[in-house]
């Protein structure tokens, strides 16, 4: 009985040795096979974003050649008038992309073009670089358009900037004979109607109200945020869909947003939007 005991034990201890070792096998089966599915994955990785730098771009515009009639951008520039240039109502040259000067003063058939004409009062209270929150890169919240500013005689009496394309044109109005509105626009795209107003005493008079001793830098702020709210309406119309319970084309209140329907502000915090949303970016329509 001893001796039959005995050889059952030893059994019992050689099937714990047997699964001990099953288990161990198995746990470094997982283990490779999770180096060798990280290993795979960072091949995969390395070789797409290879691909991408390498990959010529798709929509890049021959200027050896350009098209008289094709518009690669969909700005209402020809590609052939981004590559050359065009020349404007007064007769000035507004160059294109074989120029080679910085982007702000030509043209380019493969990203987006938009001449503005500003009106300024007198004195103006329009602060320096008033289309920062259009012109900046959508990465950064803006439309990332290039914008070239210019006066009213470089463009016809209808704003066009070539026999098919329109700038569009921000007015400032000094008028404060009532606090609202502070900005109007007529919504759709630069060769829709043109009416666009900016009422720059109005929005300090309105800041100075709810805040006494409100910065410069809020009011230059408020001006800059309503200027882009303004064109937004002209180069889409963004936000690219109406709702009648923000007055049409706007997002909420409180949104925090270029396009929310006003500015809110609590107390004398002002919650000024100065970024554009993806439907915004997405939506744009120069033409």
């Not at 009639?69 to 520039?77: I, M, Q, S």
């Amino acid at each position: 009985m001893e001796k039959k005991a005995s050889m059952n034990s030893w059994m019992v201890q050689e099937n714990k040795n047997f699964e001990r070792k099953e288990v161990i096998q198995m746990e470094k089966r997982e283990i490779l096979w999770s180096w060798v599915h990280i290993i795979l994955t960072v091949v995969v990785v390395v070789g797409l974003n290879l691909l991408l730098i390498q990959a010529p771009a798709m929509a890049a515009v021959d200027c050896n050649n350009p098209s008289t009639e094709a518009d690669a951008d969909l700005d209402g520039f020809t590609d052939a008038q981004e590559c050359i240039g065009i020349t404007l109502y007064n007769g000035s040259l507004f160059l294109g992309k074989d120029s080679g000067v910085n982007r702000a003063d030509r043209l380019d058939p493969d990203t987006k073009d938009l001449f503005v004409i500003l009106v300024y009062a007198s004195p103006t209270k329009i602060p320096a670089n008033p289309l920062e929150y259009v012109s900046a890169p959508q990465s950064q919240g803006g439309l990332g358009i290039a914008l070239h500013v210019i006066v009213p005689e470089q463009a016809d009496t209808n704003r066009l900037v070539t026999s098919t394309q329109k700038a569009v044109r921000v007015t400032e109005s000094l008028d404060d004979s009532t606090t609202t509105p502070l900005g109007v626009t007529s919504c759709g795209t630069p060769n829709g109607l043109d009416l666009a107003t900016v009422y720059t005493q109005r929005i300090i008079n309105h800041v100075t109200s709810v805040n006494p001793s409100a910065s410069q830098t809020l009011k230059d702020t408020y001006i800059k945020h309503t200027i882009a709210h303004e064109v937004g309406h002209m180069v889409g119309p963004l936000a690219p869909t109406y709702n009648a319970n923000y007055g049409g084309y706007h997002y909420k209140t409180g949104t925090n947003v270029i396009l929310d329907q006003s500015v809110k502000y609590k107390g004398t915090t002002f919650y000024i939007g100065t970024t554009y949303t993806s439907a915004d970016k997405s939506g744009i329509k120069l033409k």
